[in-house]
């Protein structure tokens, strides 16, 4: 061959190759920190925008599930999710030949995926006025970086592609008819506020084979004699709320969560805003994140993880509220023992059986229990700006298993409500892992 031939050859070899090995790339940008305060902006407009506790789930979902979808193809070991979750097929891959920087496409499928799923598009220009400029002062050449944002935005629009196809838009607008046969659930003061996403069980799951696949036994039978089970569960409820402990209602203050909490002031009724239970959980999976020094996609995987164990618990949870359609201890005993008696929390606007933040906390916690450790003591203070106090615990099941009984403290729960919802949670994070994540594929830290 000729000299000159095999000159150009060489060229238009060398041509195809990065400049600079996507390691130094990522390396340069995969800053966790990152992606926190982009979930911590997801959180603040979500709560602004006030989304019901089963849509937050599946806010969080999509978005996760789009960062790490975006992030993983940087990173040895790690699989991708879509194509294993019901309905989905598998993410765009990036160009070959060519260098990325992950980290910077990860960020900007996640934000693509919360601004296209939530309301508040000034928000996010805000936030982005403070925020594109750190990724620009990362120095990443100006090719590879918009070359990451486009595969960014190729994810994300992969991901918005899947979630439109979830049935959430035929679910909207539904309201649940009120039976008022003896037992069933009817809405409760001070808002007496119609049932929270009566349709909920219809969306489609990302791991579940059904929304039954792990159904709870039936909850005790509506039975107002003094000697019945019932009526034991009410009579717990009713005492706990009589003797005020200071250290229960503590405990159930610190879990309320309530997106949107009813303040009545003389004859004058305001709300007030809040995280919900799935912000809550995330924010303690940020806080053990940083405890436990993850890198960016360790972070990603885990927020994605919990936030698909969350979605599916929701939904297997709704099936069983909407099935049951159990009545609320507030309900029995303002008719049934006192008519002035008013639980410490709010009651929320949907059947009792089974608790939903028992069920989502369960199965947040065994995710966040396999990628960082069973006993892992942590302090959750993410809630104190909200005015809710900080709490220490011995391990993260400590703290989901205290999330649960904190709805019977807080007088809005009976005994087996949350007690089967947790068993439920623990199986469906139980079942997430067993499918994303097998044993031989966990990513060693």
Known sequence: MKPLLISFLLLGILACQP????EQYNAKAANPQLLYDCSKT???IMIHDIFKPPVASRIYGYSYLA??????????GYASMMGKLNGSKATPQPDSGVAYCYPIASLTAFMTVGRALTFSADLWDTFDKTFKPRLKALQIPDEVYERSVQYGEQVAKHILEYASKDHYKETRGFRYSVTNKPGTWVPTPPAYADACEPQWNTVRLFTLDSARQFRCPPPAKYDLNHNSPFWKLTEEVYTIGQRQDKT???????????????????????????????GHWLAIATTLARQQKLNMVQAAQLFSLTSIAMFDAFIACWDEKYTHIRIRPETVINTNIDPQWRPFL???????????????????????????????????????????????????????????VSRVYGGIHYRDGVEEGTIQGEHVGQHVLQRLLPQSLVAKR
């Open 19 to 22: 400049d600079t090995p996507p």
């Open 42 to 44: 997801l959180t603040d």
């Open 67 to 76: 960062a790490y979808e975006a992030l993983r193809p940087g990173y040895t």
């Open 248 to 278: 229960e209602q503590a405990i159930a203050y610190f879990w309320d969560d309530n997106a949107f909490v009813t303040n009545i002031s003389g004859h004058v009724m305001f709300a007030s805003k809040k995280m919900s239970p799935p």
């Open 346 to 404: 709010e009651t929320p606007a949907f059947p009792e059986y089974v608790s939903g933040h028992s069920d989502i906390s369960a199965a947040a916690g065994k995710v966040i229990e396999q990628l960082i450790g069973n006993n892992v003591a942590f302090t959750d203070s993410t809630e104190l700006p909200y005015g809710h106090g900080v709490r220490s615990f011995a391990s993260v099941e400590a703290a989901y298993q205290e999330a649960s």
